[in-house]
């Protein structure tokens, strides 16, 4: 878990900008070491120390006035005996970044979606529609979807609205998904290594994650879980560039520098954007009631081999397996980058999200506060690591001290 990384973001104007949060996926070398294991972890995004400046329109010069103290926030109470659960997750990582691709498939044209790393809900929609322009023109009859997370329901369900028949098929079903595991909330991070972002990703990035932004502003509300929140980016470092801000310019609303102590946040940077936050339970149970009252169907089963996937009834198959597509198609880049949380009981008074220059993050929904910040790569454990646990507590309470009102 953990994150960021040096370097501080000048604007135009010569001044810090502070809303550089969420880096890409930082070199290792530059995690936090507090919550290192293995090959290292990485926080979800590389908040605001490690990621970079974000050179917003009317942010990046820091022209919006600061408005340091204008509120006081509610605090966070942090402690062991508030945990509700702890979770464990397994991002499916490609230090490329998703693939999205069709090949022809013996008798049937296959299409990949899958490696979203952390940024599987994020940008779900997006992949999907990707995959489903790649597939679908042209093609006659019904339409085979491997896999129930969040990438293979949204599949299933722009299949559906383009008027095919569709079967998912998968090991296992919402909520026994990753993505039931994520926070939930809308950025791309822990998505790609920045050596290796490359300009065809790029594009498909910004095709992805802007689809998928105006598809959840859809859906907000509490059937689907969707909704607004401020996010606040605390620092005691000024934040550096981030590949992944640049590209996310026109999808980070209200994005600006707030000022040291802004909110009652003791920190020399504090910085805020307006994101959507999903809350992945309600979401993906939403998801599959819509599937299934469209007339999908539901088939719970293992491949082992593709072999087992060319026997499919189906002529047009979408790879939606996550991790799982490692094996099953032989991808040798894909990689867990394990992710652990403890969820506090819910605050309904506490109603914004926080991220650290160090990699921490919390989130605040209605099934409990999530606090979160690890990411080992490499890690296929799903157990859930107690000393991980404490780290994470102490690390959460340390930021809820320092929300302090004079
Ligand atoms: C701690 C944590 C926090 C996160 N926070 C966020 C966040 O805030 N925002 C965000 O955007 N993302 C977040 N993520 C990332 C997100 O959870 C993943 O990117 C996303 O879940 C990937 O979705 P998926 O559908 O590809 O995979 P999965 O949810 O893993 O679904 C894969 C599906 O394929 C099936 N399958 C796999 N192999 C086979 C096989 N051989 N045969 C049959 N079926 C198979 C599985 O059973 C399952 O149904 C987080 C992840 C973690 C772990």
């Known amino acids: 878990m953990t994150s960021p990384h040096p370097g501080a973001g000048r604007g135009p104007g010569g001044k810090v900008s502070v809303v550089g949060r969420r880096a890409s996926l930082q070199p290792l070398s530059r995690l ?19 990621a970079g400046a974000l050179a917003l329109p009317g942010c990046a010069a820091g022209v919006r006035p600061a408005t340091a103290h204008a509120a006081c ?10 945990v509700i659960r702890t979770l464990v997750g397994l991002r499916p990582y490609r230090p490329s970044g998703f693939v999205v691709r069709a090949e022809s498939f013996g ?25 489903t322009n790649l597939g679908l023109p042209g093609h006659q009859g019904p339409v085979a979807v491997l896999g129930a997370g969040v990438v293979g329901l949204t599949t299933a369900r722009l299949v559906q609205e383009a008027g095919y028949p569709v079967t998912i098929y998968a090991e296992a079903l919402p909520p026994e998904t990753t993505s039931n595991i994520a926070g939930g909330q809308w950025y791309p991070s ?43 980016l605390l620092s005691d470092r000024a934040p550096g560039d981030s590949d992944t801000d640049r590209l996310m ?7 600006r520098d707030l000022g040291a102590g802004a909110r009652g946040f003791d920190y020399k940077y504090v910085g805020q954007f307006d994101g959507m936050l999903i809350e992945p339970p309600r979401f993906l149970r939403a998801m599959l009631r819509d599937i299934r009252i469209a007339g999908g169907r539901v088939d719970v089963r293992a491949f082992a081999s593709p072999a087992e996937v060319a026997a499919l009834p189906e002529s047009l198959v979408f790879n939606c397996t ?35 220059g160090n990699g921490m993050y919390m989130f605040s929904r209605s099934d ?38 004079a």
């Open 190 to 232: 822990i998505l790609y290594d920045s050596d290796k972002l490359t300009p065809a990703f790029e594009q498909q990035l910004v095709a992805a994650a802007s689809y998928a932004y105006q598809r959840y502003q859809i859906m907000i509300g509490d059937d689907y879980g969707v909704r607004w929140m401020t996010n606040y």
């Open 249 to 255: 310019q026109s999808m980070l609303p209200e994005a």
């Open 107 to 131: 008798d049937k044209t296959l299409v990949h979606n899958y490696g979203h790393g952390g940024s599987g809900i994020t940008l779900s929609w997006g992949t999907s529609r990707l995959a």
């Open 73 to 82: 926030l509610p605090r966070v109470n942090v402690a062991a005996d508030r």
């Open 322 to 356: 996550g991790l799982g597509a490692g094996a099953l198609f032989g991808d040798d880049e894909i990689t867990p980058m394990r992710g652990q949380l403890a969820v506090l009981l819910p605050q309904p008074e506490v109603d914004y999200a926080v991220e650290t």
């Open 368 to 405: 409990g506060v999530i606090l979160g910040g690890t990411a080992d790569r490499g890690d296929w454990s799903t157990e859930v690591d107690p000393a991980t646990t404490q780290r994470l507590i102490a690390r959460h309470s340390a930021i809820a001290r320092r929300l302090a009102c």
């Open 32 to 50: 936090d070491p507090g919550l290192r294991r293995g090959t290292g972890s990485i926080s979800r995004r590389s908040v605001i120390a490690g």
